[in-house]
């Protein structure tokens, strides 16, 4: 599995020849790919219609369900605002757009997790820190990912405009901050093999 940040809340995830974009409309103008599916995780039927639009060739993936495509399955629970991806014993929980008041309990039961991506700019947009850290406990993932805020380089659009900085949340969680990376390549460990989650930040 292959992930590349293209946005403020948009990444490509790869897995194989099968390309998934994530939240493209959370930007300022929605990224130039040519993806297979599109999770959205704050779209209305309107968003829909514009995804098919400029995606015409992608799979646009907007309710709770279960979804598959060439050996990959993508679930989304009823009344949740998480996406879990399957491929080949690999487990990723995208997160997305998450509403400020949300309860962690909803993630008590996500099962295995091999990669959490979690939106964490605050500011009473997306969950506060004490939520987060909640979140990640609950989930347990290997690699952590965090996205959705301020790097200053990224335009989201302007609901997004006020997140903050990922500093601020890495010292808050005590994480240590290390060097961005283009993509990412998952290789899948034993929990006995990886001693300590790994947080990686991905630019775009």
Same mark, same amino acid.
């Not at 039927?45 to 279960?66: H, L, M, S």
């Given at each position: 599995?292959?992930? *590349? ?10 897995? !194989?020849? $099968?390309?998934?974009? %994530? &939240? @493209? ?58 996406? *879990? ?10 997160? !997305?757009? $998450?509403?400020?008041? %949300? &309860? @962690? ?58 997140? *903050? ?40």
């Amino acid at each position: 599995m292959k992930l *590349k940040k293209v946005g403020f809340a948009s990444h490509v995830i790869k897995f !194989g020849d $099968l390309n998934i974009l %994530t &939240d @493209p409309w959370a930007d300022a103008k929605p990224a130039k790919q040519k993806p297979d599916i599109v999770l959205c995780t704050e779209c209305s039927e309107d968003i829909r219609e514009q995804a098919e639009q400029i995606y015409p060739d992608a799979r646009v993936i907007i309710n709770p369900g279960e979804y598959e495509m060439r050996d990959v399955i993508i679930q989304r629970r009823l009344r949740t605002d998480y996406y *879990k991806v399957h491929y080949k014993g690999v487990n990723i929980l995208y997160v !997305g757009l $998450l509403p400020h008041a %949300t &309860d @962690p309990e909803v993630f008590s039961d996500t099962g295995d997790v091999d990669v959490l991506i979690l939106p964490v700019g605050d500011n009473e947009v997306f969950p506060n820190y004490e939520v987060l850290s909640k979140i990640v406990s609950m989930v347990d993932p290997q690699v952590l990912i965090p996205m959705a805020y301020n790097d200053g380089t990224v335009k989201p659009s302007e609901k997004y405009a006020s997140v *903050k900085a990922l500093d601020e949340y890495m010292k808050s969680a005590g994480y240590p901050i290390t060097e961005p990376v283009n993509t990412y390549k998952y290789k899948k460990v034993t929990q006995e093999d990886q001693k300590q989650m790994e947080v990686v930040i991905l630019q775009a």
